[in-house]
Every structure is written in C-alpha cells, then in structure tokens.
C-alpha cells in the first residue's frame, strides 16, 4: 500500500513541477502589443469574419497571427482577402500587405493567417487586419 502511495506523491510532484515550469515559461515570453502599446484592430467584412489577430515577436522579427472564419455556413473556399496595415502613432500608413491564406478544406469554416512585418512596429502604432470580399487587384 505505501508503494501505490508512493508513486502517487511522485506523480503529484512532477505535474506540480510541470505547472510550474509552464507558468515561468510563459512568463517570460515578451508580448509585443503591451510592450509597445499596439493597437489591434479586426475588420470583417459581410462574407468573413477575422476572429481574432495577435502579434508575437521571433528574434528581430514581429509577426502577425489571425484567423479568418466564414460566416455562413456553405462549402467551398472562403472569398476574398486579407490585408494588414501598420499604422504609426501620427496616422500615417507605413505598410499595407496583402496575406496569402489556404484553407484546411472545403468544409473547414475558417483560415489561419500569419505575415511577417516588414518593420518593426513603432510604439502607439496601430495594426489592421481587414477582410475584402473580392478578389485582389494585383498578384500576391
């Protein structure tokens, strides 16, 4: 009985010393959108929906992560377009990038997205993600 007691105070400890090692890793992960104080802004549009939109800085480079869900409920590939525009704090527009994005299916209701910056982003700027309906005007 004591060994059946044993191996569970081991297996206590070690999700204990998991927990703890996830929760001081995660906190040690640098947010770019606090630190910088980004603005991050989702516009939709009547087809498509960008759920949500995060930043993650990897080395020297910020990159932008979103998710696109459809809004109704059909098969086939969901239309249009995503940009990403980085504003700085003054209003001025710095870039504009369209993404490239492939759904998982043809009957996955939504698409991942991510594009790296082509700058860093200065504080008090703001990112935009917006969903265009349409095809794009130009090559990606």
Do not use: W
Not at 41 to 59: D, G, I, P, T
Not at 83 to 95: A, M, N
Not at 105 to 124: H, K, N
Request: with cysteine; proline share 8%.
């Amino acid at each position: 009985m004591t060994g059946r007691l044993d191996q569970h105070k081991h297996f206590a400890f070690l999700c204990l010393g998991s927990i703890l090692l996830l929760l001081s890793g995660c906190a040690t992960l640098p947010d770019p959108v606090s630190e910088r104080n980004l603005n991050l802004e989702c516009v939709s549009s009547q087809r498509a929906k960008v759920s949500y939109l995060y930043v993650k800085q990897q080395a020297d480079t910020f990159v932008v992560h979103g998710r696109l869900k459809r809004r109704y409920k059909y098969r086939g590939p969901i239309p249009g377009h995503v940009h990403i525009t980085l504003i700085g704090p003054t209003g001025e527009v710095l870039s504009e990038m369209p993404v490239l994005y492939m759904q998982k299916g043809a009957t996955s209701r939504y698409v991942d997205f991510q594009l790296p910056l082509p700058l860093e982003p200065p504080v008090g700027s703001t990112l935009r993600a917006t969903h265009h309906p349409s095809s794009h005007d130009h090559a990606l």
